[in-house]
């Protein structure tokens, strides 16, 4: 059985008060629940909030990372910084972050294989743009985002990484993939991981739904098979959403 996984992507939002503020209202409702919590604060407020969730079983993530271990990167954060600071999880190949900062799926690749030899988790984001759906291309872009994604990372690794199928035209759109949509998209993602890695890694890693998750659909949402959890933006900046999201 796998574990449902939902993930509060704060993007560019909050400051550190603002973030304990939200994080104080969750840390303590989401322990001993079935489903792993994790939120995704900017850099800045992510030893803040370490420090506060202490005991709880809410999880620390970033929204990004380099995939140098050091040098002169001005601005950008390494793995192992994350990892210093207790961070848990670690967003990659986030749709805006492909769209608005020229990531490739071969920069994703590499921030992968450090994010995994650093101790981290990482979510891996997929997803087609409205044209490309339109033109039927949704399959052909998923395989090769996913298939060079997960080049040369092994077997072993892979189990600890969670996948979020995000198609563009429905992040922070108000309009949702239908559950039939993306399960049928993140089977065909599960088919992929099983090609390459066999059946028992591909009934083991855990994939997302994100694109306007809120309290109103999630509970179709996470009734789909194949759908492990949900990868949510604007509805994990208020704790009443989050909290109704968690428990969907
Ligand atoms: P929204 O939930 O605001 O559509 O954002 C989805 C997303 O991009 C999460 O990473």
Redesign the pocket.
């Known amino acids: 059985m796998r574990k449902p996984i939902i993930a509060g992507?704060w993007k560019m939002h909050k400051v550190t008060d603002e973030a304990l503020e939200l994080v104080n209202k969750i840390k303590d409702k989401v322990n001993e629940t079935d489903v792993e919590v994790v939120v995704c604060s900017s850099f800045v407020a992510l030893s803040e909030i370490k420090k506060v969730i202490g005991g709880s079983d809410l999880k620390l993530g970033a929204q990004n990372m380099h995939w140098e271990d050091e040098g002169a990167y001005t601005g950008e954060i390494s793995a192992s910084m994350l990892k210093d600071i207790g961070v848990d999880y670690v967003?990659i190949g986030?749709?805006?972050r492909r769209q608005y900062f020229n990531e490739s799926n071969e920069t994703v690749n590499k921030k992968v294989i450090k994010a995994i030899e650093t101790g981290l988790k990482p979510i891996v984001?997929v997803g087609e743009t409205l044209d490309q759906r339109d033109g039927k291309k949704t399959f052909d872009i998923i395989k090769e985002q996913v298939l060079v994604a997960f080049d040369n990372v092994n077997k072993e690794d892979v189990i600890n990484t969670v996948v979020?199928y995000?198609p563009i035209w429905?992040?922070?759109?108000g309009k949702t993939a239908s559950s039939n949509e993306a399960n049928e998209v993140i089977s065909y993602i599960r088919s992929l991981i099983q090609d390459k890695y066999g059946v028992g890694v591909s009934e083991e890693i855990r994939i997302q739904y994100?694109?306007?998750?809120k309290p109103t659909n999630v509970t179709e949402i996470m009734n789909e098979t194949d759908i492990d959890g949900a990868?949510?933006?604007?509805?994990s900046l208020e704790s009443e959403k989050f909290l109704e999201v968690v428990n969907f």
């Open positions: 992507n967003i986030h749709s805006e984001c979020a995000e429905a992040i922070g759109t994100g694109g306007s998750v990868l949510v933006g604007g509805a």
